[in-house]
């Protein structure tokens, strides 16, 4: 007994190695399988949406499926028993997304039209998002996402300010425009108000008279010209971020305390005052 | 006659401390309050545009229409009673639209049809701007307002350029195409050029003829390289906004050789040695 | 005779400061009339070519189309009478652009249908570009200038990467997609390309087989993409000026000779070494 | 024989200066035909693909297809004669385009249809980027090229959080709005997608359900933030870049004690006074 669960804490101890480690060969291995599948379960999902390809291959695609819903199955199975916190895990996002995507084919064999469900499969692809992790793009990703986060705030309140604008311009051109115009209800005039103002144009809706065309002209005008608010701000955090980490490698130390990041004119350390 | 008097001024001023302050615990709460209101009565106008809806919940849009009316006019008859002056606030800008607000569902119980008059509700929305000026949001929006105010000039400048180049385009394009394409009318084609110009594109009008789509091809790439021009103004300026923040919290002069542009965590001068 | 010349020199120089003078009140004055008759020309020409407008007001036009030409061909003569070079200013730019102005309506007396050349009128617009020369305007739009000729070059091959691109991957389109989806030439395909890569997006073309949308895809992420050059290379450009114009505000003037443009932490004048 | 040999040795040094020497006038002249000639093929197959000009001008077309072609044939030869290493050549990517250029009209001799690769003529166009390295573009077009290649890596992150979110989307979005509004396939609602997301927007494709149109909003402001991260990224390198040079013009160290960043201008030691 004793030696069968010591066995089984070895077992466990490797496979944790495996399937959460990214330091090893073994690990970096399974990441890369796991990529791979998840990838071929996706674009087996978007073929399957495909009438003509579904026709010719429906019986492969079956197969491809169950293959897919086995390896995820016992992959979900090994996390669970491999990891320390099981609960923890089961009920985080990623739990439940792996939960989620092998569940499909199970109850497609119980009812009808579930197979519909494999879309949601398409989420596991934000597991390649790991790959960000990987030395060669962390130092770069790690830079994006500072700038971005700097300029979260500044970011939500021009969106704030877009969402209300969106509503009162399209209460607006409700009123202008009239049903003929396409714009039947003011929601259907906001959901065209950005559609105008992100300078997507469908033309689904379009302004038919003088007026309203008027109007549009100076959405259209005020979209392009704010679409310079979240790029600038980006821009300059972006500016920001450079510029810190030129500063950072301006190091210049201090040869009696080792203090960085001198001016390149300075003659005293500012930490312990020895002339540099 | 002095008792009434002296309570309806204890009345007045903490009516005052509720609806117009914004430290007190009680003047967030009304805010708050307020501005869920001004949202489920914009949401109320928006759905009574949907025809669906609107046929199957008539009869509760419009109590709860009433209810929000009969709130509205008692938030703007406190408004008036509480403020020192209180013309200057019927005369404001908020003045008018709080009053509008209250207006459509009281006309409506003579004249037919002026229920439409509620979208103008919508500009109540403007209130929500208010949010900016809690101090979670105050610096990154005094900012971005900064930022905004610095490039005005050439922003006007900018917009300016773009109007007589669409009229003299549009012109072109008036003359060129002619009216298979659409181009039935100079404002209509200046009315396409800024479509063109901002990269909006709906489709509704384009240009069939050769050298309309030569000169359709043009105008795109002047678009899309002129989005550099604002964007590049505000990314300087907030880069500019940035930049001076940053020299202001690197002052910290040296108080016995005055030398500025010490970091936040010297401790000694870097020209003189003296500790800071 | 003699008298009648000098009055009549008297005249030239009197109306020389008031059409090209812009330092002297009379100057400011007959520009702003310029502008506001320009402007009234150009809203004339626009309405004509509205069919129910010019159907109602057709006699009014003609009537206010005469006075404009008049006022044209009278402003055209002074132009030439008051100038020294009067040949230099005939063939200038603005001289042909000044006498087109004013031929519409004479011809339209001879031949019929004349009158649509009234459109050029509009290049008159192009004055309206006096205003940016106002003091107010003109320091922004020195600084906006600065950077779009510092910019240039860079625009320039960004556009001719551009321009190359689209014609091969309207070629490749024109392969790809066939006539069915709209592509039915070689030119026309580069005009889907160019509508798309700068992200207008007309839908008049669009691809409908598969491997089409897969490289109209790839044109769109690259459109939405490269956007961000001549962005940048413009960005980068204001924010160079500005900092220019913040080193040169940087005054810091040396006592002994006056030099400026001293650095914060200076000790010695860089140009006579005398102490600051 | 020997004397046969020099003379061709001769030849193949002249040939070889004047089709890959850049620096004589003779090797300039030689670039500057074959770019017009190859523009003018290009034109030539455009005009092609254009029926009603094909239909008038054919005979005439294909004479001047045949010139071009036999310039091209003599071209290819005497590249691959006057070349070191003819073999390196032919492999390359220009080699295989060149030859590929030749072919078609040869081809189509012996087949019916063949004219149509013409078309990857095209790809010769890709020489014209060599005017770039005319010393008038080269500083620019080093600069530009930079700015690209450091923002390649966060660029490429970028594109790849674009396409993972493109194909979740497109999933959701098929789930969601059906067959009816144009999404028959998740491949489909991924092409709209990216449509949306990169503000193109052709409206080949639009929702037509309240929630697809809700989440199609949704995509269009997130398609309209992002677009600020390339631009940000861009912008930020041109601006380190224009720095860094603006930082190696102003190093000039004093001789006497060392002290580095003085003005271009400065003809003392702003630090200890002495002549620089």
Same mark, same amino acid.
């Given at each position: ?39 071929? =379960? ?30 995820? *199955?016992?992959?979900? #199975? ?5 990891? @320390? ?15 989620? &995507? ?25 597991? #390649? ?33 877009? #969402? ?30 950005? /559609? *105008?103002?992100? *300078? ?13 065309? &008027?109007?549009? =002209?100076? /959405? ?44 390149? @004119? ?11």
């Amino acid at each position: 007994m004793q030696r069968i669960k010591s066995k089984f804490d070895t077992f466990r101890q490797k496979t944790n190695i495996v399937i959460y480690g990214t330091n090893t060969a073994s690990g970096r291995l399974f990441d890369l399988v796991l990529l791979g599948v998840i990838l071929t =379960s996706v674009i087996i999902v978007m073929l399957e949406t495909v009438k003509g390809f579904d026709l010719k291959y429906h019986q492969e695609l079956i197969v491809l499926e169950w293959i897919i819903t086995i390896f995820f *199955t016992l992959e979900y #199975l090994l996390r669970i028993i491999s990891i @320390n916190k099981p609960l923890k895990y089961i009920f985080s996002f990623y739990g439940v997304v792996d939960l989620i &995507a092998t569940l499909p084919m199970y109850l497609s064999l119980f009812f009808v039209g579930t197979s519909v469900l494999t879309i949601f499969r398409a989420f596991r692809l934000l597991r #390649l998002f790991k790959i960000l992790k990987h030395p060669q793009f962390s130092s770069q990703s790690v830079h994006l996402r500072e700038a971005l986060i700097a300029s979260k705030g500044k970011i939500l309140i021009f969106i704030y300010f877009m #969402l209300i604008s969106s509503i009162i311009i399209g209460s607006i051109m409700y009123v202008v425009e009239g049903k003929e115009g396409g714009f039947t209800s003011i929601p259907i005039s906001i959901y065209w108000t950005i /559609v *105008t103002l992100t *300078t997507v144009g469908y033309g689904d809706i379009s302004p038919i008279t003088p007026l309203g065309q &008027a109007i549009a =002209s100076l /959405v259209m005008i005020m979209g392009y010209g704010i679409i310079a608010v979240p790029t600038g701000i980006v821009s300059a955090e972006f500016a920001n971020t450079n510029r810190k980490k030129a500063l950072v490698q301006r190091v210049n130390p201090c040869s009696s305390c080792g203090t960085e990041g001198h001016e390149s @004119n300075a003659k005293y350390c500012f930490h312990c005052g020895t002339e540099l």
